[in-house]
């Protein structure tokens, strides 16, 4: 077996997608949307990129239970039993720790990518090297690396990640001196300024016997629920999640693993980069001069000179700037007099809201979520 056959990926595709509402919904959440009109859904975009150069048998998906019928239609290539279908929600480290031990039990020496379904990547030649740079580090490195962005702007919905000494000389590998997730604007500004931080990605890369052994060091509620965790004889099933899944508390894995372990390393990447996380971060990253002109050209994403911007949708704008635009097809905005707005609609909800105002869109949904409920 050569090396690159050892490579696995896991991509999570099983969050709600609340802060993009209400084009995200939870019946349909943004991974499974085609977001920015380029003809795929964020998941098919997510699993082409790593298909690329990793085998598809070795790409496994985690998603809610009742997303499956979502995701088989929109990837009825991937095999059922490439999917691990949660009952419940628990946070990103029950996946993580359900696909690890499965592939383990097939490939005891795997390397393991973990990736969100939700993100954008504009140069996939480079994203491929990187991943695989990863990978050949983790199969003979015991730790966890992540994989980061320098930063373009001081952004405060995104966490860094400090460098600390590289690994090796003239590597993109760096041992990590410091995680900080969402900083104010101030330490945002100092981060970026410093040089020393990177955007942490959310994409991470581990051999699967040292991301085990991490669990059961530091998680015994997962020692002690989840005995295949300590046995990789035991038999693995990718079908049916463990009886106990319920019962395990909702953990992220930078919160049980990485805060934890003595042997995280980041690695600063090149691959161009945006996350669809809420509506200002898009905003921000699609106004961005180094990626404005990738998205266009492959997307009907629009940027007007006042920063407006239009997802897959027709608009007309008179002294109005920072704007951003998603509407269904056939519907026309005509905006005046409104600056640094979100307005989105989907399946007969209408938002218009403050594009910062994250507290704003949290009521919005609720109050419309009560609505239905009501009228219902």
């Known amino acids: 077996m050569n090396s690159t056959e050892k490579n696995y990926c896991l991509i999570l595709a099983g969050g709600l997608g609340s802060r993009l509402w209400p084009a995200s919904r939870e019946k349909c959440p943004k991974q499974f949307l085609d977001f920015d009109g380029s003809g795929r859904t964020l998941i098919q975009q997510t699993y082409e990129r790593f298909v690329r150069f990793i085998r598809p ?46 592939i383990r039990h097939l490939c005891p020496e795997a390397r393991i990518v973990v990736s969100p379904a939700d993100q954008q990547i504009h140069d996939l030649a480079s994203f491929a090297s990187d991943i695989l740079l990863g990978l050949e580090f983790s199969a003979t490195h015991e730790g966890v690396v992540t994989m980061g962005m320098p930063p373009t702007r001081p952004e405060t919905t995104y966490g860094y990640v400090q460098m600390d000494e590289p690994v090796g000389t003239g590597a993109q590998i760096y041992q990590v001196k410091t995680f900080t997730e969402k900083p104010d604007l101030d330490f945002a500004t100092m981060f970026m300024n410093s040089g020393e931080f ?16 991490n669990i059961i060091k530091h998680v015994p509620v997962y020692r002690d629920e989840f005995p295949e965790l300590s046995d990789p004889d035991a038999p ?12 395990l508390p909702n953990l992220s894995m930078e919160y049980a693993v990485l805060e934890h372990t ?17 509506w200002p971060s898009i905003n921000a990253d699609v106004v961005s001069a180094d990626q404005r002109n990738s998205l266009q050209s ?79």
Not at 88 to 97: D, E, H, K, M, S
Not at 198 to 213: D, E, I, K, P, R
Not at 262 to 278: I, L
Not at 312 to 323: I, M, Y
């Open 198 to 213: 990177l955007w942490n990605t959310g994409l991470f890369v581990f051999n699967a016997q040292y991301m085990m052994h």
């Open 262 to 278: 003595n042997h995280r390393y980041v690695e600063r990447c090149n691959f161009g980069w945006a996350d669809m996380g809420s």
């Open 236 to 247: 693995q099933s990718t079908l049916v999640p463990p009886s106990f899944y319920a019962a």
């Open 298 to 376: 492959d997307t009907n994403v629009k940027v007007d000179e006042q920063g407006n911007v239009t997802l897959h949708s027709d608009a007309l704008f008179d002294n109005a700037s920072g704007n951003i635009v998603r509407l269904p097809s056939g519907h026309l905005a005509v905006i005046s007099g409104l600056d640094n707005f979100v307005i989105s609609e989907e399946s007969g909800v209408l938002m218009i809201c403050p594009k910062d105002d994250t507290a704003a869109m949290r009521r919005l949904q609720t109050l419309a979520h009560l609505d239905t409920i009501e009228e219902g």
């Open 57 to 102: 048998e070795h790409i496994f998906i985690s998603t809610q239970e009742n997303y499956l019928p979502i995701l088989k239609e929109q990837l009825p290539q991937v095999p059922r039993e490439q999917i691990l279908a949660e009952p419940v929600r628990r946070g990103t480290l029950a996946p993580v720790a359900w696909a690890t031990s499965a």
